[in-house]
Each structure stands twice: as C-alpha cells, then as structure tokens.
C-alpha cells in the first residue's frame, strides 16, 4: 500500500517569507509525528498528533511553527517569517495508533531552503 | 528527559567484515527500541525494534540487536556487512506508554568499500 508522502520534495524560499509543508499519512493511522533534521543530526521531535488534536507541541522551536490536522489525516507544518536556521529536512511519520508498541513509518521528508 | 548516543559518527569497512554500532540510552522507565536505516537518496526505514520480551531481536537483512538493560544499551551487529549495506544509522528509542514521540541518536554513517 501506499506509505506516508510529503509534498513538496524540495522547498527555497526567502528569510520572512511563509511556508506551509504537507504530510499524507498512511490511510488509517490516527498518530501523525513532525520531526526536523538538520544536517549531521538525527531526527528531532517538534509535534505529535492523536486524531485532529495535538498531543505534544514541545519541540516546535517557537512560535513561528504551528502544525494542523483539521481531519484527522493530512497534516500541514506551517512556518511563519523564516529564517536561515530553519533549512533543514523536515520529516513526517505517522504509525496505527491505539498501541505502545507501534513502529512509526516515515516519508521522504520536505527539504527546506532558506536564503 | 530521554537522550541517545551513538558512539561512532563515521565506521569505514570492507565488505565481509563484521558490524557492530552502539547505542545508549538514558531513561529511567520502560522503552521502546529501535534501530533505522536511511540508504543513499532514500526515507528512513525500520531495521528492527524491541518491545519486551527476547532482548536478541532480528531485523531485515541479516541485522540483530542486543537489549542489554541494565547497560542502557541497544548494540546492531550484523556477522558480514555487504557494499549494499552503506547507509546512516540511527538508534532512537520512545516511552513505552502511549504512542509518545521517538528520540533520536546523531546517527552512524557506515561505508562499505569492497
């Protein structure tokens, strides 16, 4: 079946410009992750969701990122007034949910520039 | 607060050769265990995990890890590493309490030269 996709593969934009990053779990899964990984790091957590509701926001760096799940399904990361510190390959995961002992399946991740 | 170090950024062997990348952890309570792997140009995919049970787990291609608790450590081995085996490693372990987020190591680049 299909796995989680993430849309755009590849993003520049300017510092202070807005982005918004998309992520499409695997149909079904009620848990859907956003992590950040900047270059020589491994994944780091910023926001997790349980159905429509965030159930842990204490990685978003500040302010300037918030992530919605209207639907309980696709996911969109939003970054307000970019900086040159947030280009990184931001990742999403999302796994069944409803368990503790789930695998989380991951997507291709979204490669932000920014200049 | 969770945390995972792996102790080798950068392993370098020839082909038929034997693996083994650490991993420790530092947690307190009950966890979950897992070793990715991330090929060249690919997303990150699952090389094995541990829940509870047998601490010697087996993963895809021939991989395995030991659970060694009171170690706080979570060793992939591997008997005989193959060029198709270069790639980044991550170790990352979560919370054996809800489906809590994953804490990621920095990764372990290996290469495999023939």
């Known amino acids: 079946g299909a796995g989680v996709s993430q849309t755009p593969s590849n993003k520049v934009t300017e510092k202070g410009k807005y982005v918004e990053l998309r992520c499409d779990p695997i149909?079904?899964?009620?848990?859907l992750y956003w992590y950040r990984q900047s270059l020589g790091q491994g994944p780091e957590f910023l926001i997790y969701f349980q159905g429509t509701g965030a159930a842990d926001d204490s990685g978003l760096p500040n302010d300037r990122f918030f992530a919605v799940r209207p639907e309980g399904s696709v996911s969109t990361l939003k970054i307000q007034r970019t900086e040159r510190g947030d280009s990184a390959v931001y990742l999403c995961?999302?796994?069944?949910?409803?368990?503790?002992?789930?695998?989380?399946?991951f997507g291709p991740g979204t490669r932000l520039t920014v200049l | 607060a969770q945390s995972v170090s792996q102790h080798n950024h950068h392993v370098i062997l020839s082909e038929a050769a034997s693996l083994e990348l650490g991993c420790n952890y530092s947690y307190g309570g009950t966890v979950n265990l897992f070793w990715y792997v991330q090929y060249p140009g690919q997303h990150l995919q699952l090389l094995l995990k541990?829940?509870?049970?047998?601490?010697l787990v087996k993963g895809i291609k021939g991989f395995e890890a030991e659970f060694i608790k009171s170690k706080f450590s979570f060793n992939l081995r591997k008997p005989s590493v193959q060029w198709s085996d270069t790639a980044e490693y991550f170790c990352?372990?979560?919370?054996?309490?809800?489906?809590?987020?994953?804490?990621f190591g920095k990764g372990t680049r290996l290469s495999v030269i023939a």
């Open positions: 149909s079904g899964h009620t848990a």
């Open positions: 541990y829940f509870s049970g047998d601490p």
């Open positions: 990352a372990v979560n919370e054996n309490s809800g489906n809590t987020p994953l804490v």
């Open positions: 995961a999302s796994s069944p949910g409803g368990s503790s002992y789930n695998e989380q399946f």
